[in-house]
């Protein structure tokens, strides 16, 4: 009995170190989440802080009046955490900074993101929520990843798609708030998310791959986050793999190179040369504006005259046309003639058949006497 509890008690024993830090800690435990973030207790800082920091921005003029109205709410919301703002309308600068009330060192930091986000056109209910622990921001310029503005613009609306549905399937995938606005786009969310859609904008901008591929494959990865047995594999095997596809483009025609010339091209005349050759320079102010009001008249004349023309355009009747195949007038008189002497035609032979009718068979027998005629028998009976 002795030796089997002596061999029970071995394994508990714990193999000995060199070195007199070798103990188990107390966050050594496994039940705790190191990644948590936890609430900031002003218990840990009750002396507060030994300096003032403090951080300014400026904003846009169109900005004003929204930023007037919504700072008191702005200002209590601060107030919360020990920090004094100021509004300054005639710089056009935000300001916040720390107090004697203060405690949480890095709610600074996040105040800085607070006003950064209201001029950059982020209602103000929205960017208050950056003072929690668990949201961050993120500013990412776009402005300078293109140099065409017309390509720009076209790529930014890739973004924001019809209706801005794209924005919202991105927002709801990656849980982030996100606005687009001139040549930044401002989110909020949390470190993956963040991470995540700037991925896609930079994509996006720089014409790497359509927000739409990025959609599928967040889709895909959040069904395939459900799947417990998928948990430690690579998921590359079952996320689509879109290439790029060069479309050949038409060569335009370039420019005909002109002939080498070692002299400069003639001087242009200026505006004074072009004046004193029509006379103009010489008039006086009251004939220039009155040739002027001349030459504007003249304008609004031929002007109104083309605009007179296109609104009769609409009562003007529209040609008939011609039917293919149509015979011409002499055509139409020869069919006319034709079923004139037919018509002719039939009406003799409808002639002939009455006369056939009322013939009397008497008359073509021999021997036959014919009937005395109604003269006759008038003379007799006289």
Known sequence: MEAQSNVDEAPKQRTKHKGKHDKDKPW??????????????????????????????????????YLQDVWPTVKAALREHGIACELNLVEGTMTVSTTRKTRDPYIIVKS???IKLLSRSVPAPQAIK????????????????VRNKARFVKRR??????????????????????????NTVASMGSFKGL????????????????????????????????????ENENWDRFLPQFKKKNVQKKKGKGKEKKPYTPFPPPQQPSKIDQQLETGEYFLSEE???????????????????????????????????????????????????????????????????KNVKNLDPQAYIAGSEAPPSKKKMKKSKS
């Open 287 to 353: 004939k220039k504006s009155a040739k002027k009001w001349q030459e504007k008249e003249v304008k609004q004349a031929e002007k109104s005259a083309e605009n007179k023309r296109k609104r009769e355009a609409a009562f003007i009747p529209p040609e008939e046309p011609v039917m293919q195949g149509h015979k011409s007038s002499t055509d139409d008189k020869t069919d006319v003639n034709a079923m004139a002497q037919s018509l002719k035609q039939k009406a003799k032979e409808i002639v002939k058949q």
């Open 195 to 230: 991470k995540q859609v700037r991925r896609i904008v930079e994509d996006c901008i720089q014409n790497k791959m359509h927000p739409i591929y990025h959609i599928k494959i967040l889709m895909m990865k959040k069904e395939l986050a459900k799947d417990p047995t998928l």
């Open 157 to 182: 609306q890739h973004l924001l798609g019809p209706n801005n549905s794209t924005l919202k399937a991105l927002e709801i995938l990656t849980g982030c708030y996100i606005l687009v606005q001139g």
């Open 28 to 65: 050594d435990d496994p039940s705790i989440d190191h990644w948590k973030v936890e609430k900031f207790d002003p218990s840990w800082n009750e002396t507060g802080m030994l300096e003032v920091s403090s951080f300014s921005t400026i904003f846009p003029q169109y900005r004003e009046k």
């Open 130 to 145: 950056i003072l929690d622990d668990e949201m961050q921001c993120d500013i990412i310029k776009i402005g300078n990843l």
């Open 112 to 114: 800085r993101d607070l």
